[in-house]
DNA sequence: TCTCTTCCGTGAGCAGTGCTCTTGCTTTGC
DNA sequence: GCAAAGCAAGAGCACTGCTCACGGAAGAGA
């Protein structure tokens, strides 16, 4: 019985590489597991080794080896946080409410991270000692900021952006120029205002500060409510933007 | 040949102390050596005993464990970052120019931070797994912040600080009431407005936040110039802070 | 159906880690 | 001068990432 979907020349889905899919799924599901227990720094390939019931040199018929493992955990947990980011952006009926939509987006980056300490150590913490993440990451990664600057474009286009203050200082045109040329690329902001570049950029920083903080727990003793604390803060950075009020 | 100075009870500093007291410091001095290369997760207990010449057995004579090795490593680092921020902060001679004095301290942040990467990581990286934070170590933490709201509160005395646009929502009063209670317990602002309190917080956060993503490369192909665009950031949170131009 | 190749899991092994414990030596205090 | 205290050494335990030779199983081609 042959599967006609796919060819068999470009991928050969003979029940071997099947099983050979599943098995390194369930060892990416372990890692995922231990990972937010323990941290990244601290993810022993012996213990998901454990964990699915192998030896550990078997492992490494399926992985590479441990900064492989990494890699591929990053490019699926930032999948995992872009998606959820888009889709909590998505859902909010009033396409011409930006601010609604700005702040749906940043709920959605430190829901996730709440709810995924391990993961989020992973992606947005200090980066483990040896390892060096490769260019497939910065793709995945950049999901997630598109949302965000997609907001921040059509709320531009509506014009409703007001100016924001410039502090003249040097040429910013030339200091964001690959951040522009990143919008541009994607087709969001044709000729995006240097201005809009910057306070987005910063408005982000200060989004994932302020999860970091919190995560890290720099913020005790200083904020009662790290939900209502962020949502004053993605507001205020909206008002900053001026997609917000 | 006795030292006056201090008293022998309270602290006996016979030769022997003396000793150990160096030679715990040459060890400390050896971690962090190794901190700027591995990162704190990667940090060996053995390699440093290898760098002063020990075997490895030996050094747990004068540090009771690696996380308390940890412990004294943020200890120190806290302080003299918090020294150099100080420092940097204080060499400002016209004190009336709140904005250079913000600038200052800023720039002494990212500063340390940039020639003092494995430091920098131990503090506000990813905690180490198994480890936590004694409370011995906010104390040599808060130093720095410290500079930061005297500079605000320094503006704020003067008048000098315009209103600040208050987004109502909720009662902010109580969300920052611990850091209320932080600036009025070390004397800096009696009754300081929540609006001045969340606008410093939010400041505090993109500054550590703009660092740390030129530090871990979430920046990379985004901006120019890491160090401009430092200062970029940083005059722009003066300007929101009221302190700026 | 038979063979042959490819793949997979095992276990031993190397070099490294944090940490403990015993042993012997040196230095100190009385 | 001697007992006590402190110190360095080394063996040892359990752990880590990773490699490699081995035997078995499963699929492909004839």
Redesign the pocket.
């Known amino acids: 019985m042959r599967d006609v979907t796919s060819p068999p020349a470009s991928t050969?889905r003979?029940?071997?590489?099947l099983?050979?899919e599943a098995?390194t799924h369930e060892i990416l599901a372990a890692a995922r597991a231990r990972l937010a227990e323990d941290g990244p720094a601290?993810?022993?390939?012996?213990?998901?080794?454990?964990d699915v019931?192998?030896?550990?040199?078997?492992?490494?018929?399926?992985?590479?080896?441990?900064?492989a493992?990494l890699t591929a955990l990053i490019v699926e947990c930032y999948d995992e946080l872009g998606a959820a980011v888009e889709d909590a952006e998505a859902a909010v009926a009033d396409r011409a409410d930006v601010t609604s939509r700005w702040l749906a987006a940043c709920r959605a980056v430190r829901t996730w991270s709440v709810t995924h300490p391990g993961e989020f150590r992973l992606l947005y913490g200090t980066p483990v000692p040896g390892y060096a993440a490769p260019p497939d990451t910065i793709d995945p990664a950049t999901r997630l900021v598109l949302v965000l600057v997609a907001v921040v474009a059509d709320a531009h286009d509506d014009g409703a952006v007001p100016p924001l203050s410039p502090t003249a200082q040097g040429d910013l045109t030339e200091l964001v120029a690959g951040a522009r040329d990143f919008v541009a690329a994607r087709g969001l902001i044709e000729d995006a205002p240097p201005e809009l570049v910057v306070r987005t950029l910063m408005a982000w920083t200060t989004v994932l500060g302020t999860v970091s903080f919190e995560m890290f727990g720099h913020l005790a003793n200083t904020v009662s409510d790290p939900e209502a604390w962020f949502d004053v803060v993605a507001l205020r950075l909206a008002a900053d933007l001026g997609i917000g009020l």
Chains 1, 2 share one sequence.
Do not use: K
């Open positions: 050969p003979t029940a071997r590489a099983a050979r098995i601290a993810l022993s390939l012996r213990a998901v080794a454990r019931g192998m030896v550990s040199s078997a492992v490494y018929r399926y992985v590479e080896n441990r900064d493992l």
